[in-house]
């Protein structure tokens, strides 16, 4: 079946201008993550939602972050006024329902590279 | 709060040969463990996971990993990589406690796998 699939897969921008991310998880799965991961670094986590509901939130590092998901199924990651310290790799991930961790895991998708000028 | 560790940004190893990838955490509560790979412009792919029981997890592609809790490590191996073992790992982990898979990652490890 098909994965978790991100679009676009490369954005270019610039500074101040707002972008918005979309994430298609597979379908059936509960959770969704957002990651953000800057060059030569590990994946770090922003956000992720249960169903339509933000369950977390900690990780979006200011209020020009924000996410959606309304349907409880695709996803939206918005930066507004974006800044060169943006530029990164956006990874989105899927899960059947977080906190099932035994028979659980995070299938993520292909990434959308930021690059913010 | 949790953090991981992998000291070595790049291992470059012969094909056939045995290889180990070092990752340590640190946590105050206990933890999953994870390691993932990624081949170019992929997704993170689950190698394998430690949650309970025994120390000595098996994962895809001939990986191993073995969890100990004295030394707060989750080092990975194989016996004899292949060139198309080339990647990159990430190690990470969730902790146990809260009702949540949120993943914190090390800064990952370039395996380069030479002919």
């Known amino acids: 079946g098909a994965g978790v699939s991100q679009s676009p897969r490369y954005k270019v921008t610039k500074r101040g201008q707002d972008v918005a991310l979309r994430c298609d998880p597979i379908s059936g799965h509960v959770s969704l993550y957002w990651y953000r991961q800057a060059l030569g670094q590990g994946p770090e986590f922003l956000t992720y939602f249960n169903y339509e509901a933000q369950q977390d939130k900690s990780g979006l590092p200011n209020d020009r972050f924000s996410a959606e998901r309304p349907e409880g199924s695709i996803s939206t990651l918005t930066i507004q006024r974006t800044e060169q310290r943006d530029s990164a790799m956006y990874r989105c991930?899927?899960?059947?329902?977080?906190?099932?961790?035994?028979?659980?895991?995070?299938?993520f998708g292909p990434g959308t590279r930021l690059t913010v000028l | 709060a949790q953090s991981v560790t992998q000291l070595d940004s790049q291992v470059p190893v012969f094909e056939e040969a045995p290889v180990e990838l070092r990752c340590n955490y640190s946590?105050?509560?206990?933890?999953?463990l994870f390691w993932y790979v990624q081949y170019p412009n992929q997704g993170l792919q689950l190698l394998l996971k430690?949650?309970?029981?025994?120390?000595l997890v098996k994962g895809i592609n001939g990986f191993e990993a073995e969890f100990n809790k004295s030394q707060t490590s989750f080092h990975l191996r194989k016996p004899s990589v292949h060139i198309s073992d080339t990647a990159e790992y990430f190690c990470?982990?969730?902790?146990?406690?809260?009702?949540?898979?949120?993943?914190?990652f090390g800064t990952g490890t370039r395996l380069q796998v030479f002919p």
């Open positions: 991930a899927s899960s059947r329902l977080a906190g099932e961790v035994r028979d659980n895991e995070q299938f």
């Open positions: 946590s105050s509560v206990s933890v999953y």
């Open positions: 990470a982990v969730s902790p146990s406690f809260y009702n949540t898979d949120k993943l914190i």
């Open positions: 430690y949650l309970s029981g025994s120390t």
